[in-house]
Each structure stands twice: as C-alpha cells, then as structure tokens.
C-alpha cells in the first residue's frame, strides 16, 4: 500500500484547508485509516481516524474544528481542518490505525501563521 497526503500550506489563523490521502495498492485491505501530525522535535500523534464503517475519533485540540472522511470509491481519505490555530502547526500524515511503518509518506505541510 502506497498513501499520498496532499493539500497541506500556509493559512492564517482561524483559515481553513482539506488535505487529501490518496490511496494505492491494496488500500481495502486498510480497515482503519488516521491522519497524524508531527512538530519537529516531538512524537508523531494520531489527529482522527475513520473506520469502513464511518465511524471516527478525533483527538481532543481538534474535536469540533477537523473532520474526517473517506471516499471508498476513491481510496481517498480526506481532513477537512477549520478554525486553524497557531498550533495546528505540522507535517500532516496519513497512515493506518493503528499505524504501520511501511505506509509513512513524506507527509504534507500545514503552516499556520498568528
């Protein structure tokens, strides 16, 4: 399985931006899809995940502001992020849930400026 995240830039406080994982290989063989993130310096943390079924979790300074979904027919999972904060700050990542170290991309940049 290859993933892509795309869609990442530079927004200001309070912006919003939708980044894209694209999918390829066997990505139905991926129940659980997550989006993380990683400051440097700090550990990679899980943002959201979304299961086949629909169902997500959100990790608490994102809940209410990002939204996860997933178009199937696509293999595409997407990260709708509103209200953007400074700290919102990262290299976003798509990867399995829970994750694996074969599907790590290069990630997209998020940049949020005050």
């Known amino acids: 399985v290859q993933l892509q995240a795309s869609g990442g830039g530079l927004v200001q406080t309070g912006g919003s931006l939708r980044l894209s994982c694209a999918a390829s290989?066997?990505?139905?063989?991926?129940?659980?899809m997550g989006w993380y993130r990683q400051v440097p310096g700090k550990q990679r943390e899980l943002v959201a995940t979304?299961?086949?079924?629909?169902?997500?979790t959100y990790t608490g300074p994102v809940k209410g502001r990002f939204t996860i979904s997933r178009d199937n027919a696509k293999n595409t999972v997407y990260l709708q992020m509103n209200s953007l904060k400074p700290e919102d700050t990262a290299v976003y990542y798509c990867?399995?849930?829970?994750?694996?170290?074969?599907?790590w991309g290069q990630g997209t940049q998020v940049t949020v400026s005050s």
């Open positions: 290989g066997s990505p139905s063989s991926i129940s659980v």
């Open positions: 990867n399995s849930w829970p994750s694996r170290d074969s599907y």
């Open positions: 979304i299961a086949s079924t629909g169902s997500t």
